[in-house]
C-alpha cells in the first residue's frame, strides 16, 4: 500500500544539538501509528516538520506525495495540539464554521462534527465558557472537518474524563476505517495499547522502535506472566511443581519467555483437575516503552 505519510532519513539540529537523528517511517492511508518518547524526544519537532513549520536539517518528508508547507500538503492534514486555544467571545459554532470556511468545506458539516464529539447542547455557548475538555473536544472537532487524508494528534485526550477518551477512539477509528492516516503522539500509554496499529518509539532524536506491538513483545523477549488459579485443595501442589509464587491464597503466578510460554500451558495443562483457570499477561506498552527508550533497538 502507498505511504500518505513518508518519512525519510529525517534530521533536525538547533544550536548545534540533534533533535532527530536519521528519522525514517511510513504511515499508511487507514493507519494508526503511535508516535512514544519521552518530553523531548523530538515528537514536537517532527510534528512541526510534517506541518511546514520547519525544514529538516537532512532528508525528506512527504505528505500524500507533497512538500509539507505546499498547499496541497496543508489540504491533505489536519492538526489538533495538545493545548488548543479559541477566540473566547465566538462560540463553539462559530469557531468550527470559521474553520469550515478556511478548508472550503460544507456549512452543513458543522453540526455533524459538533455531534460527533458531544458538543450540540454546548455549540452556541462561547468558548470563553469552556472546560479543559470541552475546549480539547472543540479542537477535535475542527480536525475532523473535511475528512482529512493525515491527522496528527499531538495529546489528544489531554483534559478528556474516561468516557469522551472512549468517544475520542471510536470516532479516530472511524476516521481511519474511513483512510484517514493517523500518526497519534501521546503519554497515555495503556489507553492506546489496543487502539493503535504500529508502535514508532523515539530516544534523543534517534527512532529506536517501528513495528505492531505484538512484534515488539516478541522481539524484546520480555517475560510474560501466566497467572495459575489452582483448586483450594491442591495449591500447594500446584506451587511446588510449578514454581513462581503464591498470590491471593490460591493463586500462583509465573513469569517465562516467549519460547518457554508453550512448554509451561503444556505443563500447567497435565496438572489436570487441580487448576482451575489460567490467565497470560503479554508485556505491556508500557513494559514495552522502557525496554526501548532504556536503548534497544529494533526497526521492522
Do not use: W
Not at 274 to 296: C, F, M, N, Q
Amino acid at each position: 500500500m502507498t505511504s500518505l505519510l513518508n518519512i525519510s532519513n529525517v534530521s533536525m539540529c538547533f544550536a548545534h544539538r540533534d533533535v532527530l537523528s536519521d528519522v525514517s517511517f511510513d504511515v499508511a492511508p487507514g493507519e494508526r501509528v503511535a508516535l512514544l518518547g519521552h518530553n523531548g524526544a523530538g515528537k514536537t519537532t517532527l510534528f512541526r516538520i510534517i506541518l511546514g513549520f520547519l525544514n529538516p536539517s537532512g532528508g525528506q518528508i512527504t505528505v500524500n506525495g507533497a512538500v509539507p508547507g505546499t498547499a496541497a500538503a496543508r489540504n491533505a492534514v489536519s492538526y489538533l495540539p495538545e493545548s488548543v486555544s479559541f477566540p473566547k467571545l465566538l462560540t463553539g459554532r462559530e469557531t468550527v464554521a470559521f474553520y469550515a470556511k478556511l478548508k472550503g468545506v460544507a456549512p452543513a458539516a458543522v453540526d455533524q462534527v459538533l455531534a460527533d464529539v458531544d458538543l450540540t447542547d454546548a455549540a452556541d455557548q462561547r468558548c470563553g465558557t469552556y472546560s479543559k475538555g470541552m475546549r480539547q473536544r472543540l479542537g477535535l472537532a475542527q480536525a475532523m472537518l473535511g475528512d482529512p487524508k493525515l491527522l496528527l494528534l499531538d495529546e489528544p485526550t489531554s483534559g478528556l474524563d474516561p468516557l469522551a477518551r472512549q468517544r475520542f477512539y471510536h470516532l479516530i477509528s472511524k476516521m481511519a476505517e474511513r483512510g484517514t492516516a493517523v500518526l497519534l503522539s501521546s503519554h497515555g500509554l495503556s489507553e492506546i495499547e489496543a487502539r493503535t496499529d504500529r508502535v514508532a518509539i523515539l530516544r534523543k532524536g534517534k527512532l529506536v522502535a517501528d513495528a505492531p506491538l505484538t512484534d515488539l513483545q516478541h522481539s524484546a523477549n520480555l517475560p510474560l506472566r501466566i497467572r495459575v488459579q489452582a483448586d483450594t485443595a491442591h495449591v500447594d501442589t500446584v506451587h511446588q511443581q510449578m514454581g513462581g509464587q503464591r498470590i491471593n491464597g490460591a493463586t500462583v503466578e509465573l513469569e517465562c519467555r516467549y519460547p518457554e510460554k508453550m512448554q509451561r500451558l503444556s505443563a500447567i495443562s497435565a496438572l489436570g483437575n487441580a487448576v482451575r483457570d489460567v490467565e497470560v499477561y503479554p508485556p505491556s506498552l508500557d513494559d514495552i516503552y522502557r525496554h526501548y527508550s532504556a536503548g534497544k533497538e529494533t526497526k521492522q
